[in-house]
């Protein structure tokens, strides 16, 4: 079935929308749905605040990172030929907290600003690279998810080292930001941050779709077809590291929406990874807009931040796929 016919496309692009208008009144001044997109296009007083400066730059946000964190889940699992495969199990997201938690601690984050995306990137990039270096070409899964433990469990030791030897208890509470993840108290200055460098991820993934194809038949054979094989891994390592670490610069750690994406869409494109690319970015828009949606309903004093959500979600979600797939873990290769 092609994209033309299938309603996966704008079903999810349908869920978008609705997700997006309950994300502009659900919080906690009530607005209406009409108020809301009033306020949108005219001054409405205080309303135009909320909606404008508060709500809108935090649903474009959970739009643009788990739009992001989608293509990434997808392009990797497609890379690897490993459900398995995601840049939270790479330990990518601890990475780029550390990389930006550097920055926190040597106070460059108060004169460059553009020193904190950076940083996370570079620590994001340095994690993905790694792991699929150790894992090689002949890996397990079993391999794989060690190495990313090990890499995230490094990238977090650095990071507890750096809470630690903090003189500054405002730096202590960045760097605990940085850890949890949250869409509060984000603005426009934090979307326009972030989208150069998700769009550059973003066209990086899409246009190794072809590659991905091919690639599912097998390394020689894909060689045999004309694709560079070396260069179709540079970039997806590095749109997945860039988006990754643009994502974790302006809203800190958030895991597993690119683990979980690209199985929630693989049911109704099949198996070819280059069929699951969009699908699963727009699903991972809406998942994380959801969950963002839901830690506002949570009752509580504080504001429940989405990196646990989504990583109380997340993680039984992970063990389920290993459960399923635990006759591979010993020999089928990465």
Do not use: C
């Amino acid at each position: 079935m092609s994209f033309a016919r299938s309603p996966l496309i704008p079903g999810l692009i349908a869920l978008i929308g609705i997700l997006s208008l309950a994300s502009l009144v659900i919080g906690p001044a009530p607005i209406g749905v009409t108020e809301a997109l009033k306020a949108l296009a005219s001054d409405r007083g205080a309303a135009s605040i909320v909606v404008r400066e508060i709500r809108l730059p935090r649903t474009l946000l959970a739009l643009m990172i788990g739009g992001v964190f989608g293509l990434s889940g997808a392009g990797l699992q497609g890379l690897l030929r490993n459900p398995l495969a995601d840049t939270a199990v790479f330990g990518a997201p601890q990475a780029a907290a550390f990389g930006a938690v550097l920055v926190i601690y040597s106070g460059l984050v108060g004169t460059l600003s553009w020193a904190l995306p950076f940083a996370a990137i570079a620590g994001a990039l340095l994690s993905v690279a790694l792991v699929v270096a150790v894992a090689g070409r002949s890996a397990t899964i079993v391999g794989l998810v060690l190495a990313g433990l090990a890499v995230g469990s490094l990238a977090g030791a650095g990071t507890s080292l750096a809470i630690s030897l903090s003189p500054n208890p405002f730096a202590v509470t960045e760097i605990v930001f940085w850890l949890l993840g949250s869409f509060e108290d984000r603005s426009m200055m934090h979307v326009l941050l972030a989208l150069p460098f998700i769009l550059l991820a973003s066209l990086l993934i899409l246009s190794a779709a072809p590659g991905l194809r091919a690639l599912a038949l097998g390394e020689d054979t894909a060689r045999s077809l004309g694709i560079h094989v070396s260069r179709l891994r540079a970039l997806i390592v590095a749109g997945a590291a860039i988006g990754t670490g643009a994502s974790v610069a302006v809203v800190g750690s958030i895991g597993f929406v690119g683990l979980v994406a690209p199985h929630l869409v693989r049911p109704f494109v099949g198996y070819d990874p280059a069929r699951t690319l969009m699908p699963a970015g727009l699903a991972g828009a809406a998942l994380l807009l959801a969950a963002d949606i839901a830690v506002r309903l949570i009752p509580s004093q504080a504001e429940v931040k989405v990196g646990v959500l989504t990583a109380l979600l997340g993680v039984p979600f992970f063990l389920w796929v290993i459960a399923r797939r635990k006759a591979e873990l010993v020999e089928t290769p990465a």
